[in-house]
């Protein structure tokens, strides 16, 4: 079945350093979304990247999708403690399809 | 307008004893999505529930299932819970076909 793994589990960063999450799949995907779930809380949407290739940007964040749409990255600039929380990717196989999620990378950062 | 609401936000319960989680999507969105958020973990897919009908499920038991109805609203029912079935359960609301995912607050599960 479709599997979803996201490098590193952890990253702490001293704050104003920078921060990069890896995501892969073991199928190609229709579209990678982005979520952010701070401690205690819930997932919240960050982005969604549909194009091979395709660059977004989002103040100091800056998210990609790969070209053969299997892989994606997230690249936080200059971290400031309110990034802290776990970063999870999630993609369906197909437009209708289930979203299967990422283990996540959990991001502490040292004030 | 009022996000994706879940209910209880917190329960106990006890192996052998069933459970009914309840979920209230976004305002719009008809098509509703259950996962379950083991510790330290990502969420894992249980099911997606649209006009009423279930059109996804995940690798789970036959102990969970649901309903959606006719207002959207959706119910998750565990039955014969395992102390395993401890988790974050997770309601998201969706638009069909819309990629992004609405998700409620959760309902923490504790099974002694």
């Known amino acids: 079945g479709q599997q979803v793994m996201q490098i590193p589990q952890y990253q702490h960063v001293q704050e104003g350093e920078d921060f990069t999450t890896y995501c892969n799949s073991s199928t190609t995907l229709s579209n990678i979304q982005w979520y952010k779930q701070r401690p205690g809380g819930h997932p919240v949407f960050l982005i969604q990247l549909v194009k091979s290739g395709e660059v977004k940007k989002q103040k100091r964040l800056t998210f990609q999708f790969g070209e053969a749409k299997k892989n994606s990255s997230l690249h936080i600039t200059a971290t400031q403690t309110t990034d802290v929380g776990t970063y999870f990717c999630?993609?369906?196989?197909?437009?209708?399809?289930?979203?299967?999620f990422g283990p996540g990378t959990s991001l502490s950062v040292i004030p | 307008d009022a996000g994706v609401t879940q209910s209880p936000t917190h329960l106990i319960k006890t192996r052998g004893q069933q459970v009914t989680l309840r979920c209230s999507p976004k305002s719009g969105h008809d098509t509703v999505s259950w996962y379950q958020q083991a510790l330290g973990q990502g969420p894992q897919f249980i099911f997606q529930?649209?006009?009423?009908?279930?059109?996804q499920r995940g690798n789970f038991p036959d102990r969970f299932s649901g309903h959606q109805f006719p207002n959207y609203s959706s119910e998750l029912n565990v039955n014969a819970l395992l102390l395993g079935d401890s988790a974050l359960y997770l309601c998201?609301?969706?638009?069909?076909?819309?990629?992004?995912?609405?998700f409620g607050e959760g309902s923490r599960l504790t099974v002694l």
């Open positions: 999630a993609g369906p196989i197909a437009s209708y399809d289930k979203v299967i």
């Open positions: 998201a609301s969706s638009g069909l076909g819309a990629g992004e995912l609405f």
């Open positions: 529930y649209y006009e009423e009908e279930e059109r």
